[in-house]
């Protein structure tokens, strides 16, 4: 069993868990009936008696437990290596690190993190394939062996320095249609293989498979199903070479939250045949992926304050009291979080963030043409350039969901503007669910049930004879 792979640095983690201090992270239990929704309230609540009504976050670490479920159910056969660029929360990571995921780092620092919490060296994959030659160095003299590769300049570093190199060749994809493309930077292309794997065989180099990335934000599933195809090739000119390469490494570009267009279970129900056809389950191969946003997206919810606020006359409006439904006025609200802080992911990652309201609006409250603005003096700073909300008050809060991932990660204190803090929850059934997996693996289906109910069309089997339909777990 595949998922199997818990093993008693599992159990260390949890009793850090179980004990996580101040100093480590915020974490609270939730006792039965509460949800981290519920956390949200409280820390309003706790805040707005306070001027000092900075931005936060709730991350609920049990959606993260749920996200690796419904991997388990999904992708059966592919491992999950998380990739740690995404949110490199040590909250986040070590709950991974509890499951038994792997991880794919890239840089020295992220290898640092995962092996200070004692992850073995197998289960991280050094997943750049251009590497500074002493963060090489540093994979080699601390046993990280896998890595990838995609040209003939980063084979001769790794001959030099790394002892023992387990390398994976990087095939560009077809990614035109990814929200963020990669295979423009990485990734060689097919007709290049042959060549890098013959060199790697000169220099006397193990490559042991083939990874590609059909970039982050994949709008379609096809692209998985021709990188699948094509990776097949190159196992094939590597078995020709004299090479036993067992490793596929499928990436990432799995979805985070259920508002995309394409749902997780519609990418994996082609995923899925496509991994049969030209990998069998006899083939001897093992499956890994990177995904980092579809652990992380909707674990997080961020709070920010209404800081400042303007409102715009529109003077052609200003009397004409029958044009209902159109508005006389813009309103701009200004707020403690923005472009150089959390939603760096507009810049960065093309992510387009929209509010949900703190206080429901009455059925009748009149909604405005809004604009909401970040806390810094840089005029890019603007997280919605056009919304419709209520007329909100200084000190009102606007909820964000789905801010998990490429968030906190990268970004920074610009203007002197703090990061929120964050406040991590796990609710009490989840937590024994965590120690279940910890001890037996993930369980059967139905003994989740009360925790999450995967639809029948997510399941692997059921899918062949369904229509490749969206469907969403529903969180009870
Ligand atoms: C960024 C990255 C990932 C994660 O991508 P997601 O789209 O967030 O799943 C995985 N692998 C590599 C090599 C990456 O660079």
């Known amino acids: 069993m595949l998922f199997k792979f818990i093993s008693d640095q599992s159990k260390e983690l949890l009793a850090i868990m179980n004990t996580a201090t101040p100093t480590d992270f915020d974490l609270s239990f939730l006792d039965e009936g509460f949800s981290a929704r519920d956390i949200v309230e409280q820390k ?202 067992d490793l596929l490494d499928i990436g990432g570009g799995f979805p985070g939250s259920d508002n995309t267009e394409l749902k997780f279970e519609e990418i994996t129900g082609v995923i899925n045949p496509a991994l049969d056809k030209y990998f069998p389950v006899d083939c001897g191969v093992n499956i890994i992926a990177e995904p980092g946003r579809f652990y992380v997206a909707s674990a997080y919810t961020l709070v920010v304050n209404i800081i400042a606020k303007k409102v715009i006359m529109d003077e052609e409006f200003a009397s004409d009291e029958e044009d209902e439904g159109t508005s006389d006025r813009t309103l701009m609200y200004y707020v403690n979080d923005g472009v150089y802080g959390s939603f760096n992911c507009i810049l960065y990652d093309h992510a387009h963030c929209l509010p949900t309201l703190h206080k429901k609006p009455k059925p009748d409250e009149v909604m405005y043409p809004c604009s909401i603005w970040g806390p810094t003096c840089d005029g890019l700073d603007r997280i919605v350039e056009q919304c419709s909300l209520p007329d909100m008050q200084v000190g009102d809060w606007l909820v964000f969901e789905n801010m998990g991932a490429y968030t906190v990660a990268a970004s920074s204190t610009f203007n002197g503007f703090q990061r929120p803090d964050i406040h991590y929850v796990m609710s009490r059934p989840t937590w024994q669910l965590v120690q279940q997996i910890c001890s037996q693996g993930i369980p059967a289906p139905a003994e989740e049930s009360y925790l999450i109910e995967v639809p029948a069309c997510c399941g692997r089997e059921s899918s062949l004879d369904l229509p490749a339909k969206p469907c969403q777990a529903h969180v009870i």
């Open 44 to 245: 309003i609540n706790e805040s707005s008696m306070t001027d000092d009504r900075d931005a936060f976050y709730v991350c609920d670490l049990g959606d993260v437990v749920k996200k690796h479920l419904r991997w388990a159910r999904a992708l059966p056969r592919v491992r999950p290596f998380y990739a740690v660029k995404c949110n490199d929360s040590r909250a986040v990571v070590m709950t991974l690190a509890t499951l038994g995921t792997g991880f794919d780092c890239a840089s020295k620092t992220e290898i640092q993190l995962v092996q200070s919490l004692g992850v073995d060296p197998s289960r991280i994959i050094y997943a750049n394939p251009c590497k500074q030659v002493s963060q090489i160095k540093y994979a080699s003299a601390h046993g990280v062996q896998m890595m990838t590769f995609d040209s003939e300049v980063e084979l001769m570093k790794v001959a030099r320095c790394h002892d023992n190199a387990k390398l994976v060749l990087r095939i560009a994809t077809d990614d035109s249609k990814a929200v963020c493309r990669l295979s423009v930077k990485f990734g060689a292309p097919l007709k290049a293989c042959r060549g890098l794997l013959e060199r790697a065989k000169e220099l006397g180099l193990d490559v042991i498979g083939v990874s590609f990335h059909v970039g982050s934000g994949c709008t379609d599933p096809e692209t998985y199903t021709q990188a699948i195809a094509d990776a097949r090739c190159v196992f094939d000119t590597g078995a020709e070479l004299g090479f036993n390469m």
